[in-house]
DNA sequence: TAAATAGTGTCTCTAAGACATTATTTG
DNA sequence: CAAATAATGTCTTAGAGACACTATTTA
């Protein structure tokens, strides 16, 4: 090596995933369960999915979020982004260690729980509307990694296209407006939110509607367009004067 | 030790700082030179401020980045704010590495650059409007992670109160508004602009003016709130039709 | 009084909020 | 037809954009 490294002793570095998705009327998180070893901190404890950074296969920060993600879902999801860096001497008993947090979201539907092989149990935790997490503990400072997750999708949400990646690729305009209730919280104005979607010239219409038991859908799915769209507006409710 | 570390090979981590001001009416970022001695790589090369983890005396990211801050500049920043973190086999010669950069607005008067004892020489570098760095080469990949940061302030500064951030305390709308300007490197509507600035309830009226060679312009400072203000529209110009 | 910048007023326009109304299906 | 949800229309309102106009200082 060329060049001395300095003495400073390494922290432990992990990645770790907040992956989201809206089902049963609600937002959702996976978790997985952690191995039930003594040599490990936190046995049979939920957490969310992660692990260290591997030198040798990732190039990357994104590569190995990529590929914590596929081990745990098998799938590509359609958005992913970074969360920020969490770092201090007490978050892990095993030392000062580092992780990067990435925030993905997908529908429901693609996901394959799979526990087995390296992966552990799996499931997907509820978020009720108004709490900032699962009701329950989870390992390390995980709780607290999944509040600024989570705040930072409804924050987002209120600005951006993002509640279309929770969907399936199909979807009528009514399940589109209800992710965005479901995250937010409160209901949004029909016709407002009508407009607004077609202005942006987010979504397509389909050839196909939606037969349920009352007047049917027109179907439509997300144009051709990788990044998210940002509305030049909030969707805030009228102050009361 | 009660756990056993796995067997992963340790990236290198690093803080670096992304620090802007205003200055001679034009946005700045703090550049230090890198020393001049060949076991160090980029030697005598431009870089952001920043540099390696001490997890003996840091005891989270938010510390190490603070001491950084406090050694380069030697004041506390009245934002801080964590950018996001790069990692990756190729950034830095000696081996897989990881730094999280943050990023800090100050005013202009509060910056005493000190070479000397473990600071190198370092200087304000101008960033013109419409480009995303400084117009020259820096070290490792720091040109990508200022142009991150410009970026990331650009579009803040569309629907927030990021700037006032950097100007002194005691500052006139004009002054402000001008801020606003050099980083958006556009003209905003006065009148517009007052009335947005005003309703938010942002600033407050000091019992002072700044009196210049015309009529004087009334100060202004923060209302004391440590968290900046989002304003619930951008500043988008109107679209022409 | 001229120059310069501070600060206000007026009119328009866009898009959201509120809410009513019409449309289209199944049972 | 009733029930249910889809989809559209109308009116109001907040706040930005454009731009003119007034105000207050120094030279």
Redesign the pocket.
């Known amino acids: 090596m060329k060049y001395r490294t300095r003495d400073f002793e390494r922290p432990l570095v992990t990645v770790d995933l907040a992956i989201f998705t809206v089902r049963d009327d609600s937002l959702a998180v996976l978790l997985v369960q952690r191995p039930d070893t003594a040599d490990e901190p936190f046995p049979r404890a939920w957490a969310l999915p992660g692990g260290f950074i591997d030198i040798e296969c990732d190039s990357d920060l994104l590569a190995c979020a990529r590929r914590k993600l596929k081990e745990k879902t098998g799938v590509v999801t359609p958005y992913l982004e970074q969360l920020g860096g969490w770092g201090s001497r007490k978050r892990d008993p095993r030392g000062w260690s580092i992780t990067q947090v990435y925030f993905a979201l997908m529908p429901s539907v693609d996901v394959e729980l799979r526990a087995g092989a390296n992966a552990a149990a799996a499931r997907w935790a509820r978020i009720d509307s108004g709490a900032d997490g699962v009701g329950e503990k989870l390992a390390f400072d995980h709780a607290g990694l999944l509040a600024a997750a989570v705040a930072r999708l409804r924050g987002k949400v209120e600005y951006t296209s993002l509640p279309a990646y929770l969907l399936p690729e199909e979807f009528?305009?009514?399940?589109l407006q209800r992710a965005y209730e479901i995250i937010l919280g409160r209901p949004?104005?029909?016709?407002?939110?009508?407009?607004?979607v077609e202005?942006a010239n987010l979504v397509e219409k389909l050839p196909r509607?939606r037969?349920?038991?009352?007047?049917?859908?027109?179907l439509y799915r997300l144009r051709e367009r990788s990044e998210p769209f940002f509305?030049?507006?909030t969707?805030?409710?009228?102050?009361a004067?």
């Open positions: 009528t305009l009514s399940e949004l104005e029909k016709s407002a939110f009508r407009t607004r202005d509607q037969r349920t038991t009352n007047r049917p859908a027109q509305f030049p507006r969707f805030s409710p009228r102050e004067s």
